[in-house]
């Protein structure tokens, strides 16, 4: 049986011949990721083979020199019978990427949502004094306890078995004297902690944006709303598909379905924990949290079935769920902390936009038509005002978070964010995050450089490179075409950076999708794009795009450029809003009540218009007379 060693962990196993690589390496405990779920397209199981002899499939993604120099797909490359080394590329850094700050918070505060913000966390703490135990009086300790509660907060509050239990000793160990955090809502009220003693008590929240690719965990002191610290790292089910559709195909057996689940409880609690290690807190001061994520995130995180998501008629096992406990969840803070999770509108328009869309105006009275547009893997899209609210989904693929692309990265330190290629030589100037040695490309650098290539002349509008001018940047193998952004030597990873038509095509396709689903949606309102009075753009990378480039490329409509506002991840910000204040809450499901949607693979014209859109800027170039 051959033996199969990983470098540089220098982990054997001994495997069958036929064995895929990425599965001898699940068996020797070596982690490669595989996001495409093993279809061979996203590159990122890359690996090298230093000794021995192995199969693979070839690659459209892997140059002829790469593949000369050993590199194979991992999970397209089968174990011969002989003995081989596989050394483990390194791994693209995984720092946090943007999320926004109390700063930020406070820019669109004042820019979007004028007016007092209402801090009513949904957490209260309240100072008792609980009368004595008189003779012959007929009252339980918990008797006197709840009507102490209900003179400060004229409610009926459930109480657990957990805190009768200690109910008799806090009672009188001050006195009477006591603090209890009570979780007040419409449907219910209950008890979430009780403490002796009237000492001020710190209180904490988290906002939780959970997607796709990334997860962002924000801590908040409660009730003031100050904005402590966010972290942000991968969402830890990407291993088993870089989509949502990959992981609703992962997660066809229960175990897999259980697998996801603990995949991203283990991402969520890992960056919990680094919150509490670093600011040194109590982990059971965490007293409530607010997730916000699209449909099928929010059933892998509850375990529930996501099949039906993606089946005719498209129907998820919920939308909108009741306030649950964290312990029931299975986050790592208070164990009664209740926690409320964004809901949906549809399988593919979730509580990751109804959360978004309280940082817009679409959430006012306003009479003007506003545009909400979130772009990541899927591209989600909200039109309306205060009479109406429509909102359609398209799949625009991982290409603008790094994903589906070879030296494709998340926009964190070391991310080329823009690139500037010269007319004449083709040489590029890059710029990266941080200014580090560049690792890899993140969305807003794959638009800038697109834009850049179309606007040089150096690619033309279907994406193709012009091979009549020779250049050493652009290399041709066959039909394939790649594009070289830094050698080995100039990058940190010590790989040589390339793009190739094959990439490039993938991003166009996930910009017409997202442009064609935008005129489309505007088309069935009778109205055009200078009807729109503010067209906010929203998603992690959005900080870091370039206007005019995305306008270049036929991402965005070619209008008046200050109609376009960029808020960056509102999920987490709806998050944030959600969480100090329970009337956020209620503007929310009033707005996911009012939202009609509208399912594109069902018209015939969305075909038409996505077509028209796979081109750079667009076939029709009266739309983009800037550009022309």
Known sequence: MPTVRFLPSNQSVDVPVGTELIDAALKAGVEISAPCGTKGTCGKCVVKVTEGDVKGEESLSLSKEAVKEGYVHACKTIVRNRNFTIEIPQQTSKRSQFAPSEHDLMRIKAELLPGEWEMHPMVKSVALVVDKPQPEDGQSDLDRFLQSLRNNIEKDIKVSLDYLKQLAITLRQDNGRLTAFVFCHEEENYLVDIKPGHEKSDQYGLAIDLGTTSVSVQLVSLPSGKILKTVTDYNQQISCGVDIIGRINYAQRPDRLEELKNRVLKTFNGLIQKLIDELQLEREKIYSAVISGNTTMTHLLLGLTPEYIRLEPYTPTILNLEIQKAGEIGLNIHPHAPVHISPAVGSYVGGDITAGLLCTDLASDSEEINLFLDIGTNGELVVGNNEFIMTCACSAGPA??????????????????????????????????????????????????????????????????????????????????????????????????????????????????????????????????????????????GHFLNLEDCITIGLLPDIDRNKFKFIGNSSLLGSYMLLISKEYQQKQKALSNRMTYLDLSTDPAYMDHYTAALFLPHTDLSRFPSHT
């Not at 692309?405 to 030589?425: F, L, N, P």
């Open 400 to 541: 603008f978070e790094g994903g589906g692309i070879m030296c494709g990265m998340r926009a964190s330190g070391g991310a080329i964010e823009s690139v500037k290629i010269d007319a004449e030589t083709g040489v590029p100037v890059l710029k990266t995050i941080h200014g580090a040695k560049p690792q890899g490309i993140c969305g807003s650098g794959i638009i800038s450089l697109l834009a850049s290539l179309f606007s040089s002349g150096w690619i033309d509008s279907a994406g193709k490179f012009d091979r009549s001018r020779l250049n050493p940047r652009i290399r041709v193998e066959g039909r394939q075409a790649f594009y070289l952004l830094a050698n080995g030597d100039e990058s940190e990873t010590g790989n040589p950076l390339l793009i190739s038509e094959a990439e490039i095509e993938n991003v166009i396709r996930a910009k017409a999708a997202i442009y064609s689903a935008c005129s489309l949606m505007l088309n069935q309102l009778d109205i055009g794009f200078e009807s729109i009075a503010s067209f906010y753009i929203a998603g992690g990378f």
